[in-house]
């Protein structure tokens, strides 16, 4: 069975600081994909980035940056300078094919609720 | 604009009664889903179709029920069987239901039984 945990279920910063959500993963799957997704107040889920598990390369777009790590099972993401717009609640998500209908499913983990404080 | 339309956003029904929430999409995805999500609580599956007229049950699909008949369009119906229907539902759609597709969401619905 798939688990995502997000063991920080609430951070405050103040404002430009960096900021860093912790994730991490169980699956026995080879092949796999992880995601972050941002949800603000408005409940709508916004797609923040894709990682497939052979790609192990680190990522940064702009003040977003994500590290991947096999041997310890964990996607971070971390916001550098952090703003007030990026008060929301990130949730990180596994996809591993389910077997039986030859389709990928998502696993999400419960979520980290940012605020960042002016 | 493409994007994914759920309505109506609140929703208030009697316990009891069956209740449908609708989904549509205009991004000529293959693949759509139904999540429900719960105070402190991540996204759960309820169900998903990978392709028109076909469907299959996610983690919690007891007391809820889907169909798809037209590729844009993925309603879900809340039944009195649902013991807890109270919570927020979102509709998503992906290209395919491959591990490369990320899945689009819509603005959630927002459903109180009392």
């Known amino acids: 069975a798939q688990k995502v945990t997000q063991a920080q279920t609430e951070i405050s910063v103040v404002e430009k600081e960096d900021v860093t959500l912790d994730c991490v993963y169980e699956?026995?799957?080879?092949?796999?994909?992880l995601f972050w997704y941002k949800q603000p107040p408005s409940g709508e889920l916004v797609f923040l980035i894709r990682?497939?598990?052979?790609?192990?390369q680190n990522e940064i777009s702009g003040r977003y940056s994500w590290n991947f790590q096999k041997s310890t099972s964990s996607f971070n993401f971390t916001i550098t300078a952090s703003q007030v717009v990026d008060s929301a609640v990130y949730f990180c998500?596994?996809?591993?094919?389910?077997?039986?209908?030859?389709?990928?499913?998502?696993?999400f983990g419960k979520g980290t609720k940012l605020s960042v404080i002016p | 604009d493409g994007g994914i339309t759920q309505s109506p956003k609140y929703l208030f029904r009697k316990e009891g009664q069956n209740v449908t929430l609708s989904c549509e999409q205009n991004?000529?995805?293959?693949?759509m889903y139904w999540y429900r999500q719960d105070p402190g609580q991540g996204l759960r599956l309820i169900y998903y179709?990978?392709?028109?007229?076909?469907?299959q049950k996610g983690d919690i699909a007891e007391g809820y029920s889907v169909s798809r008949e037209k590729k844009e369009s993925f309603p879900l119906t809340v039944t009195s069987a649902q013991k807890n229907p109270t919570a927020f539902y979102l509709c998503a759609s992906s290209l395919t239901s491959g591990g490369l597709s990320e899945q689009y969401f819509g603005p959630g619905t927002r459903l109180t039984v009392t």
């Open positions: 990682r497939n598990s052979f790609d192990e």
């Open positions: 991004l000529n995805h293959d693949a």
């Open positions: 699956t026995r799957d080879t092949t796999y994909y």
């Open positions: 998500a596994l996809s591993v094919e389910d077997s039986g209908a030859g389709s990928y499913q998502l696993t």
């Open positions: 179709s990978q392709i028109v007229n076909d469907f």
